[in-house]
Nanobody
Framework: QVQLVESEGGLVQPGGSLRLYCVAS????????MGWYRQAPGKQRVLVAR???????NYADSVKGRFTISRDNAKNTVYLQMNSLKPEDTAVYHC??????????????WGQGTQVTVSS
């Protein structure tokens, strides 16, 4: 129904920057919310940032002022600009998209995850 393709993460030095993106495709009438979550080893998956269809955003306290989420509705794409990265940002980052489909109504989809490692 809905496919999500995430950009590759990577290895970044502390203080560095990285931009992730996630493209949604498939039977999509409308994209409601888009967001990023992350899961560090041995920990639960937690919210990083979300953005609504109207552009409203919310961020985890740990990334406020460093990360910026944005979306391009014409391209069904959500971005996560990560600046001033810290070792504690190391995790697998997952894209999450809530969409309306013609056959199943509201659908909550997850990307496969991309590894971001912050280390010197």
């Amino acid at each position: 129904q809905v496919q999500l393709v995430e950009s590759e993460g990577g290895l970044v030095q502390p203080g560095g920057s990285l931009r992730l993106y996630c493209v949604a495709s498939g039977s999509i009438l409308n994209i409601v919310d888009m967001g990023w979550y992350r899961q560090a080893p041995g920990k639960q998956r937690v919210l990083v940032a979300r953005i609504t269809a109207g552009g409203g955003t919310n961020y985890a306290d740990s990334v406020k002022g460093r990360f910026t989420i944005s979306r391009d509705n014409a391209k069904n794409t959500v971005y996560l600009q990560m600046n001033s990265l810290k070792p504690e940002d190391t995790a697998v980052y997952h894209c999450n998209v809530v969409v309306i489909t013609p056959t199943h109504g509201l659908v909550d989809s997850w990307g496969q995850g991309t590894q971001v490692t912050v280390s010197s």
